[in-house]
């Protein structure tokens, strides 16, 4: 198993540009989700979806849009980036939404975003 | 309403010495509480979970930790320190009965070894 795996690992854009980092996982996992990481600040949930077709709103939402077309990827788009947006940014997976239970997550290695 | 705190940034000790990693968590029901690692450039890594099973949970790579409702806290020890261990750490705080948005990463601390 290749766990959960993100694409690119590095990506400079400049402001209003747009861009989809992509995540993929191959363990069946119903949920996925992403968050971004800033220096103190933890990681912060950004969007989560609980199964294909299913996807919510986390703390962070604006400025991104996700989808969940099929049970292994879940992608995360910029629209319009700002500099703002400059992070590391990580996908996850695990057995099942958070309604019954909370299992452990499967953190991808991360996106290193720059926007200029 | 949830939160969890860290309360320090920056753990430094020397091989060999115990490790303690302080977290104060903030729940309206009946926490689950997780430790996460991430060394340099890495993803996160689950080093232990409390679910209100026994209060003293053990992890991995010989950490565990004791979950306290008296204090809210949650804190991370480890007997003997290892140049492994330097990393960051994530306290993490959700409830059953809560939403997907309701999970509360802590800010981190970094623990750094001394030789």
């Known amino acids: 198993n290749a766990g959960v795996t993100q694409t690119p690992k590095f990506q400079v854009l400049k402001t209003g540009q747009s861009m989809t980092l992509q995540c993929a996982q191959d363990?069946?996992?119903?949920?996925m989700s992403w968050y971004r990481q800033d220096p103190g600040m933890g990681l912060r949930l950004i969007h989560y979806?609980?199964?294909?077709?299913?996807?919510d709103q986390g703390e962070v939402p604006n400025g991104y849009n996700v989808s969940r077309s099929t049970t292994e990827d879940f992608p995360l788009r910029l629209l319009s980036a700002a500099p703002s947006q400059t992070s590391v940014y990580f996908c996850?997976?695990?057995?099942?939404?958070?309604?019954?239970?909370?299992?452990?997550?499967?953190f991808g290695p991360g996106t290193r975003l720059t926007v200029l | 309403a949830q939160s969890v705190t860290q309360l320090d940034s920056h753990v430094s000790v020397s091989e060999g010495t115990p490790v303690l990693l302080r977290c104060n968590y903030s729940?309206?029901?009946?926490?689950?509480l997780f430790w996460y690692v991430q060394h340099p450039n890495k993803g996160l890594q689950l080093l232990l979970k409390?679910?209100?099973?026994?209060?003293l949970v053990k992890g991995i790579n010989g950490f565990e930790a004791e979950f306290k409702k008296s204090e809210t806290s949650f804190h991370l020890t480890k007997p003997s320190a290892h140049m492994s261990d330097a990393a960051e750490y994530f306290c993490?705080?959700?409830?059953?009965?809560?939403?997907?948005?309701?999970?509360?990463f802590g800010s981190g601390t970094r623990l750094s070894i001394r030789p």
């Open positions: 729940s309206s029901y009946s926490p689950s």
């Open positions: 409390y679910t209100s099973a026994a209060t």
């Open positions: 979806s609980v199964g294909a077709g299913i996807t």
């Open positions: 363990m069946n996992h119903e949920y």
């Open positions: 996850a997976s695990s057995y099942q939404g958070l309604a019954d239970s909370y299992n452990e997550q499967f």
């Open positions: 993490v705080v959700t409830s059953l009965y809560s939403s997907a948005s309701k999970i509360i």
